[in-house]
């Protein structure tokens, strides 16, 4: 997994640049997200990883799937991606995408223990606390 964050972080800081340039990160996450599960599909999956399609066709069909649901710059993404075969790095992209996003709106996560279990209402007063304005 490390090796594929690794490729896939250009990747991401990049689309997160751009998304902060033009205003548009939940634009970005829904086509990230798209596009993802797109990709996640069995059927699309094998197609991708077939040496056989190149990469005009394996582009055109993405494309084509992913036409009317993402963006000019998703789909610029999406013909960069397929030209220097990472296509497979959109769901690494997406979650890197999706960390860099909470981190700049100012969320941590947290882990906290106690020694005993506390009500819902409790639970859900703390994490009010917990979040910043």
Not at 50 to 68: E, H, T
Not at 78 to 97: D, E, G, Y
Request: with cysteine; glycine share 2%; charged share 25%.
């Amino acid at each position: 997994m490390s090796e594929l964050a690794t490729l896939a972080r250009p990747y991401a800081v990049a689309v997160f640049k751009r998304a902060k340039e033009t205003d548009s990160t939940k634009k970005w996450s829904e086509n990230l997200a798209f596009i993802s599960a797109v990709l996640s599909n069995t059927d699309i999956s094998v197609v991708i990883d077939n040496p056989k399609i190149d990469k005009q066709a394996l582009s055109a069909l993405v494309l084509d799937i992913c036409q009317g649901q993402v963006d000019v710059e998703a789909e610029n993404l999406l013909q960069l991606l397929v030209h220097n075969n990472r296509l497979t790095l959109t769901p690494v992209i997406a979650r890197l995408f999706e960390a860099y996003k909470t981190e700049d709106a100012g969320y941590v996560d947290v882990e906290a223990f106690v020694a005993y279990a506390f009500p819902k209402k409790k639970r859900l007063s703390l994490l009010q606390l917990w979040k910043r304005p």
